[in-house]
């Protein structure tokens, strides 16, 4: 039997990681996860090749459920085990969040001169889609978005900006993001958004919560 799991290690004395090939592979197992959730499973938390999982070590334990990654992930389909999309289980309990998006950001004629595009047909890519966040990380509230447009799939800058404005929306190396702080970044960007990306007092703190499927509507 073949499987996408490269590996399950220790992350501490109630968590374990699962390594994967790709992001695809990342989302599938982790939808195959939710629709049957081991007991003493806490939490499902993903990212680009990674799965970690978090346990109450009073139902459950490492041998175990490394043994159940280990089958569910080989029961996975050998072709597209995973399809990039929100993991069956999480984007349902989400309505699409539609993003306004003033398309003004300083390095749309970059991506027009990397992708042959005009501004037009850039914003008409971009805004095209159904996203979906596929994990978080980078900072508090920043959501990595699958889904993105592939003549949009560009590399970083080759030199990263000290301060990117909070609200930036921004893409690299295949995903769409937006900036929820001022924080340095080398993230190709083409807007700014004025959605409240992050607030403390709200739960869950983060708007762009993994599994939420996501538009982006131009604005002025």
């Not at 990212?47 to 139902?59: G, K, S």
């Amino acid at each position: 039997m073949t499987t996408p799991l490269r590996g399950v290690r220790r992350a501490g004395s109630t968590a374990l990681l699962a390594e994967l090939a790709d992001l695809d592979d990342v989302l599938a197992l982790r939808a195959a996860l939710e629709r049957d959730r081991p007991n003493g499973v806490r939490e499902l938390i993903a990212a680009a090749r990674t799965l970690l999982v978090t346990y109450d070590p009073a139902v459950a334990g490492h041998d175990g459920l490394s043994r159940t990654l280990a089958e569910r992930a080989g029961a996975l389909p050998a072709d597209g085990a995973g399809t990039g999309q929100a993991p069956s289980g999480q984007a349902t309990r989400h309505d699409t969040l539609v993003v306004p998006v003033r398309y003004d950001g300083p390095d749309l004629a970059d991506v027009t001169e990397l992708t042959g595009l005009t501004v037009r047909e850039v914003i008409e890519r971009h805004t095209a889609p159904l996203y979906t966040v596929a994990f978080a990380g980078f900072a508090p509230g920043f959501g990595y978005l699958t889904g993105t447009d592939p003549v949009l799939h560009l590399p970083r800058r080759s030199e990263p900006r000290t301060a990117v404005p909070s609200g930036s929306v921004a893409v690299a190396g295949g995903f769409t993001g937006v900036y929820p702080r001022s924080s340095p970044g080398g993230w190709q960007l083409l807007g700014s958004t004025d959605a409240p990306l992050w607030e403390e007092d709200r739960t869950p703190p983060a708007l762009l919560v993994p599994g939420r499927n996501v538009r982006f509507e131009e604005t002025t």
